[in-house]
């Protein structure tokens, strides 16, 4: 329940957050009166500054260029004047941009900036736009074009890199554009005319084309702003998941100590009452006036055992889950554990009139594994047969190879079954079927969660099979890699007896191996 409010509270916050977002972005627009974001004026400014700085030569070598050019048809003193007012130009455009980059953006004041900027850029697009009255009644023809192909350059060049910022790229342009056409049009001639209106077309044509630019370098800011949002959510996200990591951690490390204190604290008085009520209930100490009291010390002895395994298999499911469950291995026949389980559980089972019948494959090889966590795997598969099998019923135990190459362990009952939607729930920590736990004795809900640990220690599956009043089968397979194999005794020169007598010796495969 916790973790889906905790969902529920992370989405409401999420449509929250994206509200004020686009309440945010009408206010801006309404206020601002365009479809850009303020938050990214700065992210343009510089990269126009950039722009500036990483091409400060380009420009100025083609105006030097021109300039040498134009000497052909103009005079040397206006050309040279020309050049110098457009150097100087460059270089408070350039001065501008070292200052700009310099600030930092929490100092920076983007309108101020961007004022200041456009300026600059006036006064070069200024400069530049001088080269249109020099020898303006040049009678060479070619000057004239000469003059309109520099200055459409030029124009080209100053809107890409202005192409961040429209205001700047109108100021820079406009001026240019405009001592063109006028040049054209004082000249008395149809052609120039013409010329005259292709400059404004031009100029309209690249207009256009700096719009589409400047919305897509916006678009590209705000997919950045959101890729940064989304960094930020997540790096949130683990962060919170980090803190949550932490307190379980701690909490796991509390349980741990918890238990191993309690485990100590409930053992000593346990093993006090389970001794105490052993003596009254034999009557060692001699018999019991009110047999009342010999019945009475039965159900106490009874009581403490119940007590004691539940404590024993709390602790060894919270070792497994603790990575502190340590498997002592060894060479062990899975067919003389499960009749030793046999004869210890067959007590109980001929008193609550059952038959349990043995299915074992003959001839099968040792496996490579913990004896202890075996036994508790098999007792507690055939506990939990006899608990939750009626009367007069069947258990069959099988032991035998699979196709895979490794054995198996298997108990099938008679009992009532579980739903199929029941199982998951059956094998959690804790978990019982609903018809069973109504029709059999009490349990404790760990018998099978620590099956399948130990299963899963061992490198092998843990699988429950149930139908609803057709029984149940539980199946513990170990893996091929655990099976051992015998090999035949190598033979020594002169040995001839020991070549004909075979001797087994075992090769297995390690835990890691597997």
């Known amino acids: 329940m916790s973790s889906q409010a905790d969902t529920n509270d992370a989405a409401s916050s999420r449509l929250r957050r994206q509200s004020a977002d686009r309440i945010q972005e009408v206010r801006e627009r309404l206020t601002y009166g365009r479809t850009s974001r303020p938050e990214f ?10 722009n500036e700085l990483n091409a400060s030569l380009t420009v100025p070598l083609f105006a030097v260029i021109v300039a040498l050019a134009s000497m052909f048809w103009a005079p040397s003193n206006e050309l040279i004047f020309w050049l110098a007012t457009v150097l100087m130009s460059k270089g408070i455009l350039l001065s501008l941009c070292r200052q700009f980059q310099k600030r930092a953006e929490a100092d920076v004041n983007v309108k101020t900036w961007q004022a200041k900027l456009t300026a600059g850029e006036f006064l070069y697009g200024v400069t530049w736009a001088g080269i249109a009255f020099i020898d303006i009644d040049s009678p060479y023809p070619s000057a004239h074009i000469f003059v309109f192909a520099a200055i459409t350059v030029v124009i080209s060049i100053r ?10 790229i109108y100021a820079g342009t406009l001026p240019m554009t405009a001592a063109l056409v006028l040049r054209f049009l004082l000249l008395d001639n149809a052609f120039y005319w013409a010329m005259a209106a292709l400059a404004v077309g031009l100029h309209i044509y690249f207009i256009s084309l700096m719009r589409g630019l400047n919305s897509n370098v916006l678009a590209m ?3 950045r702003a959101e890729k940064d949002a989304l960094i930020a959510e997540l790096a949130e996200a683990k962060s919170i998941s980090d803190e949550a990591r932490h307190r379980a951690e701690a909490a796991n490390v509390a349980k741990s100590r918890f238990l191993a204190t309690m485990s100590h604290e409930l053992r000593t008085p346990l093993n006090a009452i389970l001794g105490f009520s052993e003596v009254m209930k034999e009557e060692i100490m001699g018999p019991h006036k009110v047999s009342t009291y010999k019945e009475y010390a039965s159900n106490i002895h009874e009581s403490g055992e119940h007590l004691l395994n539940l404590i024993n298999e709390i602790l060894d499911l919270s070792r497994i889950e603790a990575g502190r469950y340590e498997l ?20 109980r089972s001929q008193n609550k009139g059952l038959k349990i019948i043995e299915n074992f494959e003959g001839s099968l090889s040792h496996l490579w ?4 966590a075996l036994r508790q795997i098999c007792i507690n598969l055939l506990s939990n047969a006899i608990k939750f099998t009626p009367s007069g019923g069947e258990i069959t135990l099988s032991i035998g190879m699979n196709p895979e190459g490794g054995q198996y362990l298997s108990v099938r009952d008679t009992g009532p ?18 018809l069973a736990h109504q029709t059999a004795e009490g349990g404790t809900g760990l018998g099978l969660p620590i099956v399948k640990s130990l299963m899963q220690l061992h490198g092998g599956t843990f699988e429950l099979k149930s139908k609803l009043r057709h029984g149940t089968e539980a199946t513990a397979v170990f893996p091929r890699q655990r099976v051992m194999k015998a090999l035949p005794r190598l033979s020594e020169p002169g040995d001839s007896e020991a070549s004909e007598r075979p001797l087994s010796i075992w090769k297995h495969r390690s835990r890691r191996e597997a």
């Open 41 to 50: 004026d700065y992210e343009l400014l510089l990269m126009f500054v950039k």
């Open 159 to 168: 809107m890409m890199f202005a192409s961040t910022a429209m205001p700047i």
């Open 221 to 223: 800011l705000e997919f």
């Open 328 to 347: 002592h291995e060894e060479p062990i026949l899975l067919s003389d554990v499960a009749q030793d389980c046999h004869r210890l559980l067959n007590l």
């Open 369 to 372: 594994a913990d004896e202890r």
């Open 417 to 434: 079954g579980i739903p199929e939607d029941e199982i998951p729930k059956v094998l959690s920590t804790f978990g019982q079927g609903s």
